[in-house]
C-alpha cells in the first residue's frame, strides 16, 4: 500500500489531490478515528481513506445520523472533535438531526459531505442537495469547497471552529471536482478569525461584583451546566465549591464535573430533577449559573423562576447572558479561567444551616420517591432497580449514555458518577436514537472504560441498525434496553395532562434478544426481580459487547415532576 | 415592553451563505424584517447589513447576541430612529406623455424636490430619496396619473454618534488571520 507520509502539522509544499489533503488535513488535527457511510460524490475522499487506511481508522456505520452520533459520543466522552463523513444528497441530509444536537448541546464535530462537481451545483443533478443552505441554521459554521486548493484552509478554520470557545457543528461540503482536483499542499492550524471572538476576556469588575455577592449571601446556590466540562474546569470548580461551601446542583448534561457522591452535591435541577434544588431554588437568595443556559426544562416557568435571588452567570457566550434569566452579574469569559481567578476574592463558608434545607427536603423525596424506584419490594421492575444494579457493578465508574424519556431521566437521577465527561445523553434537541451510536463513539474513544447504553424500547428501535456498526467493528458497548412496551415519557403525559388517552404510545416489541443475536451480540432478557443483579453481574463481566433487555413495569411514571409551564418550586411527587 | 423601529446594522466579512445566518434568526422568532440592503462600508473589505424591525428592546437586545454569535459577523449594533440619519430612495416610471399633458405633473415634481432620471418618448424615471412618509405622498399624488413601475429601495442608515468598530478592527488587523497562499 502507498502512503505519503505528511502527518505533522506544517508541512512543506507538495502537489496532491483535493481527496488527499482532506485526509493530510484531518490527519494534522490529530484525527485518528472517523465515522461515515461512503457514496458518490464522496469516493475520492474514500478512496484515500483505503490507501490510509492504517492511520486513520473509518468506521462504516449503518446511517449517516449514527454517523454523526458516534462522533458526538466520541467527542462527549474524549474533549476531541468528532468527526462524520456523508456522501450529497440523502447522505449529506441524514446527517442533520445529529448536527442539530450537536448544535444544541454544544458539541465539537466537523462534518466533511460530498457534494456533486462544481458544474452541477444548482442544476438538480443527481443527489444533489443545498446543504449548505438546509444545515445554515443548525451548524456553528459551514462552507461549500469548490476547489481543491480551498481545503487546507477551510478545514483548519473547520476544526479551529468546532472546538474553540463554545463549541459546535461545523459542516464542510466538498464538489467532486474539488476532491479530485490538485493542489500545493500545505497545512496550518488556524489560530485566529478576526470576526470571532471565541472566548471572551474575564473581566476584574465582574469577579470583584461576584464575589461581594457570594461573600454576603447567607442561601447561595450553584446550578453548573457542561460548561464546566466542556472548559474542562472540574478541578477548579470543586476547589470553588469546597472552599465557598455552597449547594451545588446539576443540569443533566453537567452531571458528572463533580462526583455524585461529594458532599456538596445536592443533585438534579429541572422538570425532573431532585426535590431539593427545584424547590430551594425559589428560596436561595443568590443563584450561581455555571457553564449552563437556563434550558426551559431547567427554570420550568420564568415568571416565577428565582425572582428572590440575585444571580452570577458565569459563561462562555454572551448570547445566553440575559437571555432567558436576567444575571445582575455576568461574569463572561472560560469558566476554568474565571473560577479560578475569584478563588482568592471568596471567602470560605459552611452554610450548615442552609444545607441543612436540602437534607430535610432530600430526606422527603426519598422516602416518598427513590427509596421505591431503587429498591422496590413488589410490583414489576422499575428502571431505578436496574441503574442501582448497574452502579453497584460498575462502582460508578462506567460512562452511561442514555436515550430520550423516562429511562434518560431515571438514567440522570440515578447513575453513580465518579470521573467527569462519563454522563453522554441527548439533553437540549432530546433525540430518540442518540444512545445506541453514541455509545459507540464514546467506546472508541475511551476504550478503557466501561460504556454502558441505557435506552427505551422506542429509541432503540429508531437506531437499531447500528447494532451492524457494533458486531463489524467489534465495539465492546453494553446496551441495557428498559422496555415498558410504550413511548414512556408521552405515555406519562397522557396519563397526566390528556385523561390516559393512550395515542400510538403503545410498542408491539420484536424480539430484541434475537435480533441482537442475529448480529452475533450476547444477549440476554429478565423479566424478574431476582434474575437482575445476576443478569447485570453477567454483562458488566463480559469482555465483549453485550445486550440485556429488562422488561420494566408498564406504566411507572417518573417523579419528581414539574408540569410544563409550571413553577420549579411546584415540583410534584405524585 | 412596547414595540419600536429599530435599525439593525451588521458589520460583515463578505461570506456566501451569511444572509441565510442572519435572516434565519429573525425567521426563528416570527420576525418581519422590514427592509434590508447590504453594501460595502467605511472600511475596506467589511460589508454591512441594514436591516429595518418592529421588536422591543429586550427582543433586539436578544437578536444581537445571536447574530454576533455567527462567526462571520464582526460586530452587530442597533439604533432607534431617534439615533440615526436614515433615508429610503425610490424610482417612479411614468409616461411621458403625462409630463406635458398634465401641468399638476410638473408641479409635484417640483415640490417633492424628487429628480428626474432620464426622459425619452414612452416614459420619464423619477427618483425620489428620503423619508418613507416624503416617499408615500409622492407616491400617493402621482398615483392618479398612472405609475407604470414604482420600487423603493430598503433603508439606509448612518448613526449619530460615532460607531466604535473601526476602533475595534485596528485591533484586529486582517493580516493576524490564517493566511494561505
Known amino acids: 500500500m502507498e502512503t505519503k507520509t505528511i502527518t505533522q502539522t506544517t508541512t512543506k509544499k507538495q502537489t496532491i489531490t483535493g481527496s488527499e489533503a482532506i485526509i493530510h488535513c484531518l490527519l494534522a488535527e490529530g484525527v485518528n478515528l472517523i465515522y461515515g457511510y461512503p457514496g458518490g460524490a464522496i469516493m475520492p475522499m474514500y478512496d484515500e481513506l483505503y490507501k490510509f487506511q492504517d492511520k486513520l481508522q473509518h468506521v462504516l456505520t449503518r446511517h449517516e445520523q449514527g454517523a454523526t452520533h458516534a462522533a458526538q459520543g466520541y467527542a462527549r466522552a474524549t474533549g476531541k472533535v468528532g468527526v462524520a463523513v456523508a456522501t450529497s444528497g440523502p447522505g449529506a441530509t441524514n446527517l442533520i438531526t445529529g448536527i442539530a444536537d450537536a448544535q444544541i448541546d454544544s458539541t465539537p464535530m466537523v462534518c466533511i459531505t460530498g457534494q456533486v462537481a462544481s458544474h452541477l451545483l444548482g442544476s438538480d443533478a443527481f443527489q444533489e442537495t443545498d446543504i449548505i443552505g438546509i444545515s445554515t441554521p443548525v451548524t456553528k459554521w459551514n462552507y461549500q469547497v469548490t476547489k481543491a486548493s480551498e481545503i487546507p484552509e477551510v478545514l483548519a478554520k473547520a476544526f479551529y471552529i468546532a472546538r474553540s470557545g463554545r463549541p459546535g457543528p461545523v459542516l464542510i461540503d466538498i464538489t467532486k471536482d474539488a476532491q479530485f482536483g490538485e493542489l500545493d499542499y500545505e497545512y496550518q492550524p488556524c489560530t485566529h478569525i478576526r470576526s470571532y471572538t471565541p472566548t471572551p476576556e474575564v473581566q476584574e469588575e465582574a469577579l470583584d461584583a461576584a464575589a461581594v455577592l457570594i461573600n454576603a449571601a447567607k442561601k447561595p446556590m450553584i446550578v453548573w451546566g457542561q460548561g464546566v466540562i466542556l472548559g474542562e474546569a472540574e478541578e477548579t470548580f470543586k476547589t470553588f465549591v469546597e472552599k465557598t461551601g455552597i449547594p451545588a446542583a446539576w443540569t443533566i448534561l453537567g452531571v458528572s464535573a463533580l462526583e455524585t457522591d461529594h458532599p456538596l452535591n445536592v443533585g438534579m435541577v429541572g422538570m425532573h430533577g431532585n426535590y431539593a434544588p427545584n424547590i430551594l431554588t425559589n428560596e436561595c437568595d443568590l443563584l450561581i449559573a455555571i457553564g449552563m443556559r437556563f434550558d426551559d426544562r431547567v427554570t420550568g416557568s420564568l415568571d416565577t423562576y428565582a425572582t428572590q435571588a440575585k444571580v452570577i452567570h458565569f459563561e462562555i457566550d454572551p448570547a445566553e447572558v440575559n437571555k432567558n434569566v436576567y444575571a445582575d452579574v455576568a461574569v463572561l469569559g472560560d469558566c476554568k479561567e474565571s473560577l479560578s481567578k475569584i478563588l482568592s476574592k471568596v471567602t470560605p463558608n459552611a452554610h450548615t444551616e442552609w444545607h441543612q434545607r436540602f437534607k430535610d427536603l432530600y430526606k422527603i423525596e426519598y422516602d416518598k420517591i427513590i427509596q421505591h424506584d431503587l429498591t422496590p419490594t413488589k410490583g414489576g421492575l422499575t428502571m431505578g432497580e436496574v441503574l442501582d444494579g448497574i452502579n453497584k457493578e460498575t462502582k460508578g465508574d462506567a460512562i452511561i449514555v442514555s436515550d430520550v424519556g423516562q429511562h434518560q431521566m431515571i438514567a440522570c437521577r440515578y447513575a453513580k458518577f465518579n470521573t467527569t465527561k462519563s454522563n453522554i445523553t441527548s439533553g437540549g434537541l432530546g433525540t430518540m436514537g442518540f444512545a445506541l451510536p453514541a455509545a459507540i463513539g464514546a467506546k472508541m474513544g475511551k476504550p478503557e472504560r466501561e460504556v454502558v447504553a441505557i435506552i427505551g424500547d422506542g429509541g432503540y428501535q429508531m437506531t437499531i441498525q447500528e447494532l451492524g456498526t457494533i458486531f463489524q467493528s467489534k465495539v465492546p458497548v453494553k446496551i441495557v434496553v428498559l422496555n415498558n412496551e410504550f413511548l414512556g415519557m408521552v405515555r406519562q403525559w397522557q396519563q397526566l395532562f390528556f385523561d390516559k388517552r393512550y395515542a400510538s404510545t403503545e410498542m408491539i416489541n420484536p424480539d430484541f434478544v434475537a435480533i441482537a443475536k442475529g448480529y452475533h451480540i450476547q444477549a440476554q432478557k429478565v423479566t424478574k426481580r431476582e434474575e437482575l443483579a445476576g443478569a447485570i453481574k453477567e454483562m458488566i463481566a463480559c469482555p465483549d459487547s453485550y445486550f440485556l433487555e429488562v422488561c420494566v413495569e408498564k406504566e411507572d411514571n417518573v417523579f419528581p415532576m414539574i408540569p410544563s409551564g409550571a413553577s420549579v418550586s411546584d415540583i410534584r411527587l405524585e | ?181
Open chain 2, 1 to 181: 415592553m412596547e414595540k419600536k423601529t429599530y435599525t439593525v446594522s451588521i458589520y460583515t466579512e463578505n461570506n456566501i451563505g451569511l444572509l441565510n445566518r442572519i435572516s434565519a434568526i429573525f425567521q426563528r422568532r416570527h420576525i418581519n424584517v422590514e427592509s434590508l440592503s447590504a453594501s460595502e462600508s467605511e472600511i475596506d473589505d467589511v460589508f454591512r447589513w441594514t436591516l429595518v424591525v418592529q421588536v422591543t428592546e429586550a427582543q433586539i437586545k436578544k437578536i444581537i447576541g445571536q447574530i454576533e454569535r455567527q462567526i462571520e459577523v464582526i460586530k452587530a449594533y442597533y439604533h432607534t430612529d431617534e439615533e440615526t440619519i436614515f433615508t429610503e430612495s425610490a424610482l417612479f416610471k411614468i409616461k411621458s406623455d403625462l409630463l406635458f399633458e398634465e401641468r399638476q405633473i410638473q408641479n409635484i415634481i417640483k415640490e417633492s424636490h424628487a429628480r428626474i432620471v432620464t426622459v425619452n418618448k414612452q416614459f420619464f424615471v423619477l427618483e425620489k430619496s428620503g423619508m418613507r412618509a416624503e416617499i408615500e405622498l409622492l407616491h400617493r399624488e402621482l398615483k392618479p396619473f398612472g405609475i407604470m413601475q414604482f420600487v423603493r429601495s430598503g433603508r439606509i442608515a448612518v448613526t449619530k454618534s460615532e460607531m466604535p468598530i473601526s476602533q475595534l478592527l485596528g485591533s484586529l488587523t486582517k493580516e493576524e488571520e490564517y493566511a494561505f497562499s
